[in-house]
């Protein structure tokens, strides 16, 4: 079983930082290309590698045997759909991610219409 969360907030004045040494990124982009930047994997505890996963850059809906409702507000707190925010024009957490979306500076932006 798995899920996509799909609160993100951005930082207009985001910079690369690297304060990791090379040995702990045990994967370079944990995405596989499917988000705008890559996304690394880093352990600096051990050489253990991530579990594999599957990654999915789009909303999609839950199966039937996922109920939203015990998914715990602590952890995902955004939105008040009920309809397992398939309405981008109403869901709060989407429509946040587009704004934030647009105060990021244009080298850092998603191609046009890959969120909201």
Known sequence: MFHCLHAV?????????KLVADSSVKTPDFTQGLEHMPIPAIN??????????????????YNHQVDVKTISRDFCSGCSC???????????CQQLTVSNVQRLAKSFRPPAGEYG
């Open 82 to 92: 009920t309809d397992d925010c398939s309405d981008p024009l109403k869901c709060e």
């Open 44 to 61: 600096t505890v051990d050489d253990e590698e991530p579990p594999k996963m599957f990654y999915c850059a789009r909303r999609f809906p």
């Open 9 to 17: 907030f951005f930082n207009d004045n985001a910079k690369e930082l």
